[in-house]
Every structure is written in structure tokens, then in C-alpha cells.
């Protein structure tokens, strides 16, 4: 039997997107049909789950095509490993391991992939897990 382990690759997904209100509109008509609940009451954020969709601000330099991947890290060593791997496979310093300001247990390190894609791996300090991930079975 085939089993697939979800929740244990994404923190979450950022896009930055040139027009906010034809993405809004898009990514809640999508939402509404696979059932999944959306949150709009940010005016600079628009979230559906781990995603967080929000507009390309003027005079920042995108980096990619706007995408921005947050990989989960056990601990703030992986996050150092992620960062020194990341280098040494050809990847951009874009942001050295260290606490940032989202909260206060926020450990991450950023690099820009050879597409220039913002990827992040982020340890958001001690938790307890219902399950180390979500077990999906494919019904036969």
C-alpha cells in the first residue's frame, strides 16, 4: 500500500505578486471550490492555510518570480547546515542564520536559489506535535 507523509516540509509559502486584487480574487475563487478557508482581514496579507500572498512593494527588488519557500528546521544547527549547504551548491547569501523580529523565537537563514527564489529555513523555537506528520493513505 502506497502512503504519502504530509506537514513536515513547509513552514510556509510567500508570493508576492504584482497585482494584489486580481491574485485575492483568484486564490479565493480556487479556495472556495476545494472547500478551504481563506483569511482577508489584513489589507497587506492575504493567507489560505501556510500561504501568505501579498503585493510586490514598490522599489524592492524581486527576487525570482516572487516566490518564497520556508522550509521547516528542527533546531537552529540545521538551520546553520541549511545555510552553509545552500552556499556550496550555488546559492546567494540573502539573509546569514540569526533571530528575526516575527517573533521571538524566529531562527531562520535566507538564500536566493540560482533562479533567484527566496528560500528560507526556519526553526520557530520548541513545540509539541499532535503527530510528527499527516499519514494519507490513497483509498483503492
Do not use: C, W
Request: overall charge negative; aromatic content about 10%.
Amino acid at each position: 500500500m502506497m502512503e504519502f507523509h504530509t506537514g513536515r516540509l513547509f513552514d510556509h509559502v510567500h508570493f508576492r505578486v504584482k497585482d494584489f486584487e486580481a491574485s485575492k480574487r483568484f486564490y479565493r475563487a480556487v479556495m472556495a471550490v476545494l472547500g478551504i478557508p481563506v483569511s482577508d482581514d489584513n489589507e497587506r496579507v492575504f493567507s489560505v492555510d501556510e500561504l501568505y500572498i501579498s503585493p510586490l512593494e514598490a522599489g524592492t527588488p524581486p527576487s525570482g518570480h516572487g516566490i518564497h519557500l520556508a522550509f521547516q528546521a528542527k533546531d537552529r544547527e540545521t538551520v546553520h547546515r541549511f545555510h552553509a549547504a545552500a552556499l556550496a551548491a550555488g546559492g546567494r547569501d540573502h539573509g546569514a542564520p540569526g533571530l528575526r523580529h516575527y517573533h521571538a523565537n524566529y531562527y531562520a537563514a535566507f538564500v536566493l536559489d540560482p533562479d533567484g527564489n527566496n528560500v528560507e529555513a526556519v526553526f520557530q523555537g520548541p513545540t509539541r506535535r499532535s503527530a510528527d506528520s499527516v499519514l494519507i493513505s490513497p483509498a483503492d
